[in-house]
C-alpha cells in the first residue's frame, strides 16, 4: 500500500530555515514523482512543489519560488523540501504524496496518492 511519512516540521522564527523529508514506507521512491502540498487553518490546501521520478524536472507555486527547494535521494529513499526564508504565512501542515507519471510532475492534488498524516511547520516569533 502506498503510504508516505513526513517529518522535519518545527516552530521556526521568521526568516529561518527548514528541511521537511517525505519518507516511503514500505516501496522504493524510484517510480514516483512527489509532491508537497500544505494546509493552513481555514485555507484552501495549496500545491507547493513536486519534483519528477528522476529528479530531473521540478515546479513550484509562486508563493514560494526562489525559498523552497525540492530534492530526492532515491538511495535514501527520501524526497526533501528546504525551506529557507521562512514567513509567517508559511505556517503549515505540510503533506507529500506520490504518483507514477509519465514525465515530469503536476501540481495537483489528483493524481497523487499515500498522503501522510503531516507535519506542522510554524513560523512565529
Known amino acids: 500500500q502506498l503510504q508516505f511519512v513526513e517529518s522535519g516540521g518545527d516552530l521556526v522564527q521568521p526568516g529561518g530555515s527548514l528541511r521537511l523529508s517525505c519518507a516511503a514506507s514500505?516501496?522504493?521512491?524510484?517510480?514516483?514523482?512527489i509532491v508537497w502540498f500544505r494546509q493552513a487553518p481555514g485555507k484552501e490546501r495549496e500545491g507547493i512543489s513536486c519534483?519528477?521520478?528522476?529528479?530531473?524536472?521540478?515546479m513550484y507555486a509562486n508563493t514560494v519560488k526562489g525559498r523552497f527547494t525540492i530534492s530526492r535521494d532515491n538511495a535514501k529513499n527520501t524526497v526533501y523540501l528546504q525551506m529557507n526564508s521562512l514567513k509567517p504565512e508559511d505556517t503549515a501542515i505540510y503533506y507529500c504524496?506520490?504518483?507514477?507519471?509519465?514525465?515530469?510532475?503536476?501540481?495537483?492534488?489528483?493524481?497523487?496518492?499515500?498522503w501522510g498524516r503531516g507535519t506542522q511547520v510554524t513560523v512565529s516569533s
Open positions: 504524496a506520490g504518483a507514477t507519471l509519465s514525465r515530469g510532475c503536476v501540481l495537483l492534488y489528483l493524481p497523487y496518492a499515500g
Open positions: 514500505g516501496f522504493t521512491l524510484d517510480d514516483y514523482a
Open positions: 519534483i519528477s521520478s528522476n529528479g530531473g524536472r521540478t
